[in-house]
């Protein structure tokens, strides 16, 4: 079993859409979380951390289950330009040691 | 973006062959870090380092080595390849252990 579990999809929606993604992890010591984006043969991009009280950053929703081991990422009102890969990252001892998912896909069509 | 330029951006060479990657920063951040992204995998730690002459290996460091001799500059060296080692790479710098790491624009590299 992977240490970070995605379901890679791909998510495909409509414009305008809200779209979640969900995130488990095995490690229960997990210290640090965050939501990267990559663009196709790009680079990946921090897109937010991900706090225990849960966190906003404009249309975009984190959110972390400590009991239940996952992270989810909420986005609202779907752009074009959302469509990448999201990965979903999580710590051990210290943001040294980030174990990255594999990536969820998202494709937002007009 | 964060100041991080990798070398080369592409190559193609053959098992057996020695190959190095370069991983530049003009941020002067401590921690840089090698990583390999393959499909269905995500992204895979090599090796990090945590200052000039001090690295430390990740979870898939086999086949690989690194080297740190001034603050800016972190080379990936794969001293024989191998065909399991074609690969996207990625360097990825912070300020602290504490702090989220930013990425480089990737290696692709194929071995034959």
């Known amino acids: 079993r992977k240490e970070v579990e995605q379901d890679p999809g791909p998510f495909n929606v409509p414009e305008g859409a809200t779209v979640a993604f969900n995130c488990t992890y095995s490690n229960s010591a997990s210290q640090s979380f965050f939501w990267y984006r990559q663009d196709c043969r790009k680079e990946p991009k921090l897109l937010m951390s991900?706090?225990?009280s849960g966190n906003e950053d404009g249309r975009f929703t984190a959110q972390l289950n400590r009991a239940s081991q996952y992270i989810s990422l909420l986005i609202r009102d779907s752009k074009l330009s959302d469509s990448a890969t999201y990965l979903c990252v999580v710590t051990r001892r210290n943001n040294n040691d980030m174990r990255f998912g594999a990536g969820t896909r998202l494709t937002v069509k007009p | 973006d964060a100041g991080i330029t990798q070398s080369p951006r592409h190559k193609v060479t053959e098992t057996g062959t020695p190959v190095t990657l370069r991983c530049h920063q003009t941020?002067?951040?401590?921690?840089m870090y090698w990583y390999r992204q393959d499909p269905g995998h995500g992204l895979r730690l090599i090796h990090y380092s945590y200052g000039v002459k001090d690295t430390d290996k990740g979870e898939v460091s086999d086949g690989y080595s690194v080297s740190r001799s001034k603050t800016e500059d972190f080379l990936l060296t794969l001293e024989s390849a191998t065909s399991s080692q074609t690969s996207v790479y990625f360097c990825a710098i912070s300020g602290n252990s504490n702090q989220p790491q930013h990425f480089g624009d990737g290696t692709r590299l194929s071995i034959l």
């Open positions: 941020e002067n951040h401590r921690y």
């Open positions: 991900v706090y225990s």
